[in-house]
Nanobody
Framework: QAKLVESGGGLARAGGTLRLSCAAS????????ISWYRQAPGQERQLVAS????????YYADSVAGRFVISRDNVWNMLYLQMNNLKPEDTAVYYC???????WGQGTQVTVSS
């Protein structure tokens, strides 16, 4: 059974950095694309970034392009999201998502103060 567990969220100031991690288990991680989503209060969950199984051709939402970097480690079955130059509008719960298995993690809260 596919399982995803996020960590690394917290409180940061505008302009700061955070690094999110997602530990995957229960499936052959290196074979599938995987994504980061976020959901702010009162808003729909939205795609932030995604990465292919090999790590090539990452996709970024316009709102985070140039500030966030998605990466993966297929040896340790880990997904990462390096978040730089954070803005208050980045405040949300961040989730990793494996679409092939329709599996979400439990989410990790990111709060950015101005």
């Amino acid at each position: 059974q596919a399982k995803l567990v996020e960590s690394g969220g917290g409180l940061a100031r505008a302009g700061g950095t955070l690094r999110l991690s997602c530990a995957a288990s229960g499936f052959t991680f290196s074979s599938f694309a995987i994504s980061w989503y976020r959901q702010a209060p009162g808003q729909e969950r939205q795609l932030v970034a995604s990465i292919t199984n090999s790590g090539a051709n990452p996709y970024y939402a316009d709102s985070v392009a140039g500030r966030f970097v998605i990466s993966r480690d297929n040896v340790w079955n880990m997904l990462y999201l390096q978040m730089n130059n954070l803005k208050p509008e980045d405040t949300a719960v961040y989730y990793c998502y494996a679409s092939r298995f329709a599996t979400w993690g439990q989410g990790t809260q990111v709060t950015v103060s101005s």
